[in-house]
């Protein structure tokens, strides 16, 4: 069966039982600061758990793209992938356990074929806040699974998907992938990957607040959520996802741009990860999503990055990115039907991978010859040496030590990681010192500079680009200095737009409130945080305009001015270069 006939059935299945099919939600969530991406089905239904009405109904399924990046490190094995589809039902409080374990074993045993001797199921054991789920194990025992393949788990309890919202006990479904070999325990079987999960049915009727308190929800909901990968590899007698058609001609590309096997076990791993990673950013840029050292743009960097770097390791040194990529967006029988988005951004979705590889390479290239010319001068690279290296061509610290294994050296990885953790502790010391010097005077002209520093900065991201990020603030008596990242000299107009944009706020009188908060609630409701790691857990954001529609909001420890027409004109005086990739500007107050 492929991936299609598996999602196709899988629809049709539930559309036949009073299902409403909808379409994914992008991958990147509109909503939801909690989280990156979206990686359940469930996500963009949260709102109808407690109670809203859907406007489709109360029965609802789907094929939804996920990325999951938490266990990135895991990809490369057999069957963990970071982005994927899960197919998924939902009621919202409508039916309950009694029907969806029933749908759930007729569609494995009917619709799939699977024997059902093959079936394990697994169970809520309970905790201190729920009780053991013997209602979901009766059923599965009525269906005819025998009581020695239902487990009872604690850790059968799904979600949030964020930090806080819907979550429940669930019920998981394994599949024993080689029951021609005697039955081990349960658990010794799942850690073998002899017995699979295919299937999650999730109850979901707790909701878990942001005081970490799980609270009854109004109705019972059923969410559930499929991996279409591992499903179509199990029904195809797989113990490798990547052997299905889902995959097989990206592998098949892979092989053919290096002439190295798949099946050789050395190249396995690499061309896993390749065609996972680039498979992903193909889906993520589709989404809108463009590589950038932030959030989900760094998320994709690092997914290009890394398969270059892969790709490398099996011998690929010319732009190979977006070759793979075309064959993704070739997989019309799998894809391009379902997501149209593929089809309607592919010029766009090439020309990023390109540009994003041209990038990269250079980054190597100018790292390559660096490492090459202090080994042939000093025949060694230090710890310390490296560490420039990877500050400032960003160059990775595994290929430092490759480059040198060449040479028969070894790096002092001691050296590199107590020279990185210096820097990390005097950037944190200096930025420090320069707020507090800042703060030293607490004169009223200072005060105002440092509103009209959260001005500009917000207004800078606004009209070139959430790219942009404060690299540096200097406040003395007689104007502002900001340095920020971005690439190119502003432009006349783009000058004009932020000091109309600034002059606009100022007139708009917005008040300017101070609230004190947790670090994560501030980062959660989205203020800008600079010296990340060097903030107390209990800090003030400062927030210009109402709070339900602010224009600016920064984690920073003050003073600011009450209300931005405090704070006079603005006009900016200068920009120019403060370094490779960056800018400043010089504004004064009148
Ligand atoms: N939300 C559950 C999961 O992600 C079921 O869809 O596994």
Not at 250 to 268: A, L, M, P
Not at 482 to 502: G, R, V
Request: net charge negative; hydrophobic share 35%.
């Amino acid at each position: 069966m492929t991936a299609r006939e598996l999602k196709e059935k899988f629809i049709q299945f539930f559309v036949s039982r009073q299902h409403v099919e909808i379409p994914s939600s992008r991958l990147v969530p509109e909503n939801d600061p909690t989280t990156l991406f979206i990686s359940a089905g469930m996500q963009q239904l949260i709102p109808y758990f407690s109670g809203t009405p859907h406007p489709v109904g109360k029965r609802i399924t789907d094929i939804q793209k996920c990325v999951r990046t938490g266990d990135i490190d895991d990809v490369g094995d057999s069957f963990h992938h970071t982005f994927f589809e899960m197919l998924g039902n939902w009621s919202l409080g409508d039916y309950f356990k009694k029907e969806m374990i029933s749908w759930s074993y007729e569609f494995l045993t009917k619709v799939l074929d699977i024997n059902p001797a093959n079936l394990f199921v697994t169970c809520f054991a309970g905790n201190k806040d729920v009780s053991k789920d013997d209602i979901s194990a009766s059923i599965w025992e009525s269906l005819g699974i025998s009581s020695d393949h239902i487990i009872f788990l604690e850790d059968n309890w799904w979600g949030p998907a964020g930090t806080t919202g819907p979550c429940g006990p669930d019920s998981e479904m394994f599949i024993d992938t080689h029951p021609e070999l005697p039955e081990v325990d349960f658990k010794t079987g799942d850690k073998q990957g002899r017995y699979l999960e295919v299937w999650n049915d999730v109850f979901l009727n707790y909701n878990k607040t942001n005081n970490g308190i799980f609270e009854k929800l109004i109705q019972d909901n059923v969410d559930t959520g499929m991996g279409v990968e591992r499903t179509t590899a199990i029904l195809n007698g797989f113990d490798d996802n990547y052997l299905t058609s889902i995959w097989q001609p990206i592998i098949k590309k892979i092989e053919q741009i290096s002439g190295e096997n798949y099946i050789d076990k050395k190249y396995t791993k690499p061309i896993r990860i390749i065609a996972d990673h680039i498979r992903s950013a193909v889906f993520i840029i589709a989404d809108g999503v463009e590589p950038s050292n932030k959030e989900a743009g760094y998320v994709l960097r690092r997914l290009i990055r890394r398969a270059i770097r892969q790709g490398k390791i099996i011998g690929i040194d010319t732009n190979f990115i977006s070759q793979i990529a075309n064959t993704v967006l070739d997989n019309q029988d799998n894809y391009a039907g379902v997501y149209p988005e593929l089809n309607q951004n592919r010029d766009k979705i090439i020309s990023i991978l390109n540009a994003e590889e041209n990038k990269f390479r250079k980054t190597l290239d100018n790292g390559l010859r660096e490492i090459n010319k202090l080994i042939e001068k000093n025949n060694s690279v230090s710890g310390k040496e490296a560490f420039t290296l990877y500050e400032s061509f960003g160059f990775p610290v595994e290929m430092i030590e490759e480059e040198m294994k060449k040479n028969n050296l070894v790096l002092n990885r001691e050296e590199f990681d107590n020279a990185k953790n210096m820097h990390i502790k005097q950037s944190q010391t200096s930025s420090a010192g320069k707020f507090k010097s800042g703060l030293a005077d607490n004169s009223e002209i200072i005060t105002k500079y440092h509103t009209a520093t959260h001005l500009l900065h917000q207004s800078l991201r606004k009209i070139l680009g959430e790219h942009v990020r404060q690299s540096g603030s200097n406040i003395t008596i007689d104007r502002l200095r900001f340095d920020f990242s971005h690439d190119e000299k502003l432009t006349e107009d783009q000058l004009k737009q932020l000091s109309d944009l600034i002059n606009q706020k100022i007139k708009a009188s917005l008040v300017v409130t101070k609230e004190t908060m947790p670090f994560i609630q501030a980062q959660k409701e989205g203020a800008i945080a600079f010296f990340g790691n060097k903030y107390p857990e209990i800090v003030s954001v400062y927030t210009v305009g109402p709070k339900d529609s602010f224009f600016s909001k920064e984690v920073c420890t003050g003073p600011h001015v009450s209300n931005t027409n405090e704070l006079g004109f603005f006009e900016i005086t200068k920009e120019e270069s403060a370094g490779a990739g960056k800018r400043r500007i010089y504004a004064i107050l009148k």
